[in-house]
């Protein structure tokens, strides 16, 4: 019943000290540091090389790092059948909601613009930005949230997902034929969508030509989610007014990439949320006993709908 | 019963054809074109020149064209006994809160801070800015439902009027001495204020030492309520650590004023809420009308408190 974290690349040694405070006797290795690979039953993982899960023969749990899991399908490898985990943090979800809320309201008041002017003394007020459609692309725990925040806030929120869902004072579609439906009004359209093979690229083109013109692009799902040159074509023929971006398909996003020096695009550095270790520690904590206990695991995914 | 806009650099042709589509016969002369002085007995004022209103002697009604009366009290030589009147209008306590919201946002997701990393193609991501405590200074029309709207955010609240008000949520203080009480704990210090007399430079040396380190200062309600030394000194002492400011002393803020490059200072032209001009003309018509027929005025100010 050992522990394994399993995130090349990341910090390890703030998540290693919350989960000690938790049990002090848990069995924890760090990748690579493994030992018998056989002691592995549960293995925290974020972005984990391809093919190093079929290396544990008696792994039961993979928990995600993070709200997504698509990190996790994307190794051609990943053995079959045993469950995999998300992250559910009400900081992740209320972090987003006001992600999503302080971007929209930084393009209605002309923050960015101000700041413009004021780096040449220009006094120049203006009206708000009309316009206060929201599009909400992703209805899960955290799209749920955001919609429920941005009512609150008096916009008018309208909401796609695959499958159906019913949210109060949200006018709600579902499916694919449902999408031009759901975005066509939108003012601001907002990605919050989890990265499948149904979502991978579905910001591209033929969305965006079903887009009002002039509606303003924010993307806080997956990087995978966008068509990075149908953006370049939206935003350089005026169909979308502009863009803001957290996640990439590449991150850190490279140095070179167009996207960094693009007048009409906003780039945050994958910080809408960020997972509190405290907090990621004690569910895993959780979880971890629930396995050992034979008990049901929480926030498990389905593997059919990789999310 | 003419009506008269006394409104001397600010362009009038879109309240006059708002004016003249409720009520095609109306009476209106535009100042300086007054044509008899005996005719005036309604004006909207806004930045009049001192002494002028008291030319008019069947002048019965002073309109001022915003929500704020100060402009109107600067006249040494205000005639007595006339009603002044402000505006309320919807559109600009909602204005407002959008703005206090933004801009709270703005500083806790680093908006400014990423944009500022952007311009030099660096990804550097950092957790939001802690601290949500935010202190409302100003109770009235506006300051109220600001509190509400903050609350609805989850922002924890509190406020200061002059007089006691009782607003579900939010922790409310009144009067000279409570003012450390309700600043003391602050994330965020957001102005609202009328100003008057008691209200002037009351953003100063010792109402920031009476704040918490690092605390932001947002200044929405008039310029004449900020001793601007104090601030400069406040946040090179790094006492506070930003302020955002939509008002100044005189406006258009001046070229050559030390705001402008403040690398702590984030400078908005006046525009947090702006009149609409067609809600505007109906409010005047609609007190004209009041006048006209001898009943009760929307709005009217208590001319001891000024506003």
Redesign the interface.
């Known amino acids: 019943m050992t522990l394994l974290i399993l995130m090349p690349g990341k910090e390890n040694s703030e998540l290693l000290k919350a989960l000690k405070t938790l049990n002090p006797n848990l069995d924890i290795r760090i990748w690579p540091e493994v030992g018998d690979v056989n002691d592995i039953s549960f293995a925290i993982v974020w972005n984990h090389p391809k093919g190093e899960l079929k290396n544990y023969p008696n792994l039961k749990v993979i928990a995600s790092f993070g709200a997504g899991v698509d990190h996790i399908f994307k190794d051609p490898d990943l053995p079959k059948n045993i469950a995999i985990t998300k992250l559910v943090d009400d900081s992740l979800s209320?972090?987003m909601c006001?992600?999503v809320?302080?971007?929209i309201?930084?393009q209605?008041?002309?923050?960015?613009e101000?700041?413009e002017?004021?780096a040449a003394?220009v006094?120049?007020?203006?009206?708000?930005k009309s316009g206060n459609n929201v599009s909400l692309l992703g209805l899960g725990h955290i799209g749920k949230e955001v919609a429920e925040?941005l009512v609150?806030?008096?916009f008018k929120v309208s909401g796609w997902s695959q499958s159906k869902k019913d949210i109060k004072n949200v006018t709600t579609f579902y499916g694919q034929s449902a999408l031009k439906q759901a975005v066509h009004d939108a003012d601001y359209i907002v990605c919050l969508l989890p990265l499948t093979p149904k979502t991978e690229n579905i910001l591209n083109k033929s969305l965006f030509s079903m887009a009002k013109k002039g509606a303003y692009l924010i993307n806080a799902g997956r990087g995978g989610q966008l068509n990075e040159d149908d953006l370049l074509d939206a935003l350089s023929e005026e169909k979308l007014s502009g863009a803001c971006l957290d996640v990439f398909k590449v991150?850190?996003?490279p140095?070179e990439h167009p996207f960094?020096?693009h007048p009409k695009i906003?780039?945050?550095?994958?910080?809408a949320s960020?997972t509190n270790i405290k907090k990621a520690a004690s569910q895993f904590y959780d979880n971890y006993l629930n396995m050992k206990n034979g008990e049901t695991l929480f926030h498990q995914i389905d593997p059919d709908r990789e999310y």
Chains 1, 2 share one sequence.
């Open positions: 209320g972090q006001e992600y809320a302080g971007v309201l930084n209605r008041l002309r923050l960015t101000y700041r002017y004021q003394s006094w120049a007020p203006k009206a708000f925040y609150q806030l008096n991150e850190p996003l140095k960094w020096c906003y780039i945050t550095p994958h910080s960020m």
